[in-house]
């Protein structure tokens, strides 16, 4: 999940070396933080969100694959 995050979030920024992800397993369910440049929190997370919804979208599905519960949070610096 944490490939596919960082997949997708590099292709759309302007600062791909600035991505940062990161999994962070608990008890129930996985958590994935997204770090990204300033500049590039408008872009990953669109107009009305639509682009992060996808992204989570994207994974909970891939990860419903494999029986596991994913979710995707951006963490500001």
């Keep these: 999940m944490k490939a596919l995050v960082e997949l ?3 292709s759309l920024v302007d600062h791909p ?7 962070v397993e608990g008890p129930h369910a996985t958590v994935i933080e997204l ?3 300033p500049e ?3 872009k990953v997370i ?3 969100g639509r682009v992060i919804k996808a992204i ?3 994974t909970r ?3 419903a694959r494999s029986g596991k519960r994913v979710t995707v ?3 500001r610096s």
């Design 61 to 63: 599905a891939a990860a």
């Design 8 to 10: 997708v979030t590099r």
């Design 35 to 37: 770090h990204v440049s």
């Design 73 to 75: 949070e951006i963490i």
């Design 56 to 58: 989570r979208t994207l």
């Design 17 to 23: 070396d600035v991505v940062e992800v990161r999994q």
């Design 40 to 42: 590039d929190l408008g």
């Design 46 to 48: 669109g107009r009305g």
